[in-house]
């Protein structure tokens, strides 16, 4: 289910959902629904989907999905109950919306499951209300409000270390064609979602790429309470940056 407010796509001027008029079925290119005209083959996946949103005055220019859809099952638990210094993984991405000062929702149940993070981001940009979004999962504590500005300022933009893409990053709601393309290929890479973008890039290396390393396993998240130890009680135990993982399901 999507937490933070309503789900609204399609509306009118009065803000309320409208269906299209009865007397103005839709019809695809080689599909006629008239009695006895030529049929060809029909296809739900290709039926015009709805658009989000109209904007308005009162749409965020930009608003932050925290996708928290996994299924935990390297954690062995659910990683949103997850405590890391004191809170939850879930409450450290909050917190960082909060940071930002940019709206915020979090999306636990995809429109369309499955499909590894590309679903996450076609549920967002269907259903979002405002003109772009900044993505980050529930599962990558230190990424900072820093890199969010910057992505936020480059669209599209992703971050990038080792050659590799991946959270956190921004799209327009003019992306979610792209997105919706690859579901329907089969290539759900975050790695092909960048490309077919044409997203920049925003280069991390050193120690500004430690922000991107991710928990997914109970080791992982052993390593990462030994970062947020004091010096002096740290074993220093660094894990690589493994958010930039090409994760397709």
Do not use: Y
Request: net charge positive; glycine share 8%.
């Amino acid at each position: 289910m999507l937490i933070g407010r309503r789900i609204h796509t399609d509306t009118g001027a009065s803000g309320h959902f409208q269906f299209p008029p009865r007397h103005q079925p839709v019809q695809k290119k080689g599909w006629q629904s008239n009695k006895g005209q030529r049929k060809g083959n029909f296809n739900f996946a290709d039926m015009p989907r709805r658009t989000p949103a109209i904007a308005n005055s009162d749409t965020p220019p930009i608003e932050i999905c925290i996708l928290a859809g996994g299924r935990s099952t390297r954690m062995g638990r659910d990683k949103l109950r997850v405590q890391l210094a004191g809170r939850t993984l879930l409450s450290h991405a909050k917190l960082l919306a909060r940071a930002v000062a940019l709206p915020c929702r979090v999306i636990t149940r995809d429109l369309v499951p499955r499909c590894g993070p590309l679903g996450g981001v076609i549920t967002a940009l269907r259903t979002t209300r405002a003109r772009a979004v900044l993505f980050i999962p529930c599962d990558m504590p230190f990424i900072s409000p820093t890199l969010l500005r910057r992505l936020q300022r480059r669209l599209p933009a992703f971050a990038t270390h080792a050659g590799l893409v991946g959270f956190p990053f921004a799209l327009t709601l003019d992306h979610l064609a792209a997105a919706e393309a690859l579901r329907i290929s089969g290539d759900w890479s975050l790695q092909s979602l960048a490309k077919s973008v044409r997203a920049r890039r925003v280069g991390l290396a050193g120690k500004q790429a430690e922000q991107l390393a991710n928990i997914n396993t109970p080791d992982e998240l052993i390593r990462a309470k030994a970062q947020l130890r004091p010096p002096a009680q740290s074993s220093r135990v660094r894990g690589k940056p493994s958010g930039l993982r090409d994760v397709r399901a």
